[in-house]
Protein backbone atom coordinates (compact mmCIF):
# COMPACT_ATOMS: atom_id res chain seq x y z
CA UNK A 1 0.00 0.00 0.00
CA UNK A 2 1.04 3.70 -0.53
CA UNK A 3 2.24 5.25 2.02
CA UNK A 4 0.36 8.97 3.23
CA UNK A 5 2.77 12.25 1.85
CA UNK A 6 4.77 13.49 4.94
CA UNK A 7 3.31 16.61 6.73
CA UNK A 8 4.39 20.00 5.89
CA UNK A 9 7.12 21.20 7.49
CA UNK A 10 6.35 23.64 10.71
CA UNK A 11 6.36 27.84 9.82
CA UNK A 12 9.32 28.99 10.56
CA UNK A 13 9.06 30.96 13.89
CA UNK A 14 8.44 34.71 13.77
CA UNK A 15 11.61 36.80 14.16
CA UNK A 16 12.93 38.55 17.36
CA UNK A 17 11.11 42.11 17.90
CA UNK A 18 14.38 43.68 17.88
CA UNK A 19 14.57 47.50 19.35
CA UNK A 20 17.29 50.10 18.46
CA UNK A 21 18.45 53.64 19.42
CA UNK A 22 17.19 56.85 18.13
CA UNK A 23 18.52 59.53 20.33
CA UNK A 24 20.11 59.76 23.97
CA UNK A 25 20.73 63.48 25.49
CA UNK A 26 21.64 63.95 28.75
CA UNK A 27 21.84 67.63 30.44
CA UNK A 28 21.45 69.32 33.64
CA UNK A 29 17.92 70.79 34.48
CA UNK A 30 17.92 72.97 37.11
CA UNK A 31 16.47 76.37 37.48
CA UNK A 32 18.70 78.13 39.34
CA UNK A 33 21.63 75.97 39.58
CA UNK A 34 21.83 74.03 36.30
CA UNK A 35 23.95 71.08 38.09
CA UNK A 36 21.50 70.26 40.73
CA UNK A 37 19.09 68.76 38.15
CA UNK A 38 19.42 66.31 35.75
CA UNK A 39 17.58 65.20 33.09
CA UNK A 40 18.39 61.97 30.61
CA UNK A 41 16.32 61.03 27.50
CA UNK A 42 15.91 58.24 25.62
CA UNK A 43 14.33 57.67 21.89
CA UNK A 44 13.80 54.22 20.87
CA UNK A 45 11.65 51.88 18.55
CA UNK A 46 11.01 48.63 17.83
CA UNK A 47 11.28 46.98 14.62
CA UNK A 48 8.12 46.35 12.86
CA UNK A 49 7.90 42.64 12.36
CA UNK A 50 5.73 42.52 9.41
CA UNK A 51 8.91 44.13 7.39
CA UNK A 52 11.54 41.71 9.17
CA UNK A 53 9.74 38.41 7.80
CA UNK A 54 9.82 40.37 4.35
CA UNK A 55 13.09 40.29 3.92
CA UNK A 56 13.85 43.48 4.66
CA UNK A 57 17.18 44.67 7.32
CA UNK A 58 16.80 48.19 7.49
CA UNK A 59 15.54 51.17 6.39
CA UNK A 60 12.23 53.50 7.11
CA UNK A 61 9.84 50.41 5.89
CA UNK A 62 11.22 48.23 9.47
CA UNK A 63 10.75 51.33 11.85
CA UNK A 64 7.97 50.64 13.79
CA UNK A 65 6.47 51.78 17.61
CA UNK A 66 8.60 54.09 18.74
CA UNK A 67 8.92 55.78 22.57
CA UNK A 68 10.34 58.50 24.27
CA UNK A 69 11.15 58.21 28.14
CA UNK A 70 12.55 60.89 30.03
CA UNK A 71 13.73 60.38 33.65
CA UNK A 72 14.66 63.16 35.52
CA UNK A 73 16.30 63.59 39.35
CA UNK A 74 17.22 66.51 41.75
CA UNK A 75 20.99 65.85 43.30
CA UNK A 76 19.95 67.75 46.14
CA UNK A 77 16.56 66.87 47.37
CA UNK A 78 16.48 63.36 45.55
CA UNK A 79 12.97 63.51 43.99
CA UNK A 80 13.08 61.42 40.62
CA UNK A 81 10.20 61.71 37.86
CA UNK A 82 9.90 59.22 35.02
CA UNK A 83 8.08 60.64 32.14
CA UNK A 84 6.94 57.93 28.97
CA UNK A 85 5.77 59.28 25.70
CA UNK A 86 4.16 62.22 27.43
CA UNK A 87 2.54 60.61 30.50
CA UNK A 88 4.12 61.10 33.94
CA UNK A 89 4.76 57.42 35.56
CA UNK A 90 6.90 57.41 38.28
CA UNK A 91 7.53 60.33 40.80
Request: glycine share 8%; net charge positive.
Amino acid sequence: PPYPPPPPPPPPPPPRSTSYLIDYVQSSAGRRLPASKRRASFRFGFACVDALRGGSSYGPDCRGCEHEVVCEWSRITGKRVVIADGSEVYY
